[in-house]
Each structure stands twice: as structure tokens, then as C-alpha cells.
T-cell receptor, first 111, second 114 residues
Framework: QKEVEQNSGPLSVPEGAIASLNCTYS??????FFWYRQYSGKSPELIMS????GDKEDGRFTAQLNKASQYVSLLIRDSQPSDSATYLC???????????FGQGTRLTINP | SQTIHQWPATLVQPVGSPLSLECTVE??????LYWYRQAAGRGLQLLFY??????ISSEVPQNLSASRPQDRQFILSSKKLLLSDSGFYLC?????????????FGAGSRLTVL
């Protein structure tokens, strides 16, 4: 079992709709969870971090964490073509000084 | 504010040649430093990380090595490149010791081995 798993996609969503991205992780003691966005040919940039169970909202983005189910998700409301990118889920395992990344989900927003 | 510099941005190297990628961070002291590699269409694979000068943790056995000669300098090297070393190499610094755990990436170095 991979430490962090994501559906590689591609995920295609119409403009204005909600895009839902999912991630599961294997280490139940993981402490910190992140979503990074990566445009083609560019380096990843942080868009959301979440540390406790529940929802965290930042503008059009909402991160959701369920530690019991070892599941973290990202919702993008009112999707825009500029949201088209690969979204990487990252997890800090218990006691680790590193982040482990999933393979990323490629999201395409169709005008 | 903190900035991270990574170079060269692009390089094409023949099989068997050496490699040196360099990364420096400004605006912070004693950062955690990381080298990740991303193969085409794939996720990020952690290669090395360092929590201090001279302290290197290797995640994946391979023909690459890393060094941290100064607090804010991290170097990735190889004596002889393989075709499989091609990829997008990303340096990152992290404030994990502070608890925030966020990683910030450099612009990346794209390596093609022919």
C-alpha cells in the first residue's frame, strides 16, 4: 500500500462547477496534511494546509480531513479554467521530518 | 521574506557524465532542506533531506548523493548519470521544526540524460 494515494485522473469538470479531489494515507498517526497545485512545467505551490479534523475554508478552496478514515479532500468551488493543473496531496507521517506526496490528480476545467 | 534559488534551470547531459545541482535559501536560518525528483507525469519522490549542516538522510538507493556544506546550501550530485536519472529535480526548504511543516519549492531543474 502506498503511503499517500490519489486518483491520477484526469478529472474533467465544467467551469463554474465544484471540483472534488481525494487523497488517502496509510500512517494513522500522520499529523499534517497539505494540498499543492502544480501547473505544467512549474514547481508545486501550497494552496491549503489542514491539521485537525473537519473543514478548513480559504476563498474558493475547502480542505476536509477525516483522520478516522485516513482521508483528506479538496473542494474547489466555482471552478475556473485557471484551476486546471495537477493537485498534489502531501502528508507528514508521525515523527517524520519530511512530507510524502501522492502521485497527483490532473484536473481540467472546461469552459 | 524567504526565497529559494535553484540552478541550473535546464540541462542536457550524456550518460556517464557527472551532475551537480545547487540550491540556496535566503531569509531563514537552519532550515530543513529537501531534494525531490519528479519523473514525467508522476508524483514527487523524496531523494534526500537534511536537518542541519553535514546531516544527510537518503530515502532511495541510487547513484545520486547530496551534501550540505553550509547552513543554507544544498547540493545534489552524481558521478555518472544514468538514463533513468532524467526528470524534474526540485529543492525545497521546510519549517518543520517550527511545527508548521510547510515546504516551499524552488523553480526546479529539468535534467535530460541522453
Amino acid at each position: 500500500q502506498k503511503e499517500v494515494e490519489q486518483n491520477s485522473g484526469p478529472l474533467s469538470v465544467p467551469e463554474g462547477a465544484i471540483a472534488s479531489l481525494n487523497c488517502t494515507y496509510s500512517d494513522r498517526g500522520s499529523q499534517s496534511f497539505f494540498w499543492y497545485r502544480q501547473y505544467s512545467g512549474k514547481s508545486p505551490e501550497l494552496i491549503m494546509s489542514i491539521y485537525s479534523n473537519g473543514d478548513k475554508e480559504d476563498g474558493r478552496f475547502t480542505a476536509q480531513l477525516n483522520k478516522a478514515s485516513q482521508y483528506v479532500s479538496l473542494l474547489i468551488r466555482d471552478s475556473q479554467p485557471s484551476d486546471s493543473a495537477t493537485y498534489l496531496c502531501a502528508v507528514r507521517p508521525r515523527g517524520a521530518q519530511k512530507l510524502v506526496f501522492g502521485q497527483g490528480t490532473r484536473l481540467t476545467i472546461n469552459p | 521574506s524567504q526565497t529559494i534559488h535553484q540552478w541550473p534551470a535546464t540541462l542536457v547531459q550524456p550518460v556517464g557524465s557527472p551532475l551537480s545541482l545547487e540550491c540556496t535559501v535566503e531569509g531563514t536560518s537552519n532550515p530543513n532542506l529537501y531534494w525531490y525528483r519528479q519523473a514525467a507525469g508522476r508524483g514527487l519522490q523524496l531523494l534526500f533531506y537534511s536537518v542541519g549542516i553535514g546531516q544527510i538522510s537518503s530515502e532511495v538507493p541510487q547513484n545520486l548523493s547530496a551534501s550540505r556544506p553550509q547552513d543554507r546550501q544544498f547540493i545534489l550530485s552524481s558521478k555518472k548519470l544514468l538514463l533513468s536519472d532524467s526528470g524534474f529535480y526540485l529543492c525545497a526548504w521546510g519549517d518543520i521544526p517550527s511545527g508548521a511543516n510547510v515546504l516551499t519549492f524552488g523553480a526546479g531543474s529539468r535534467l535530460t540524460v541522453l
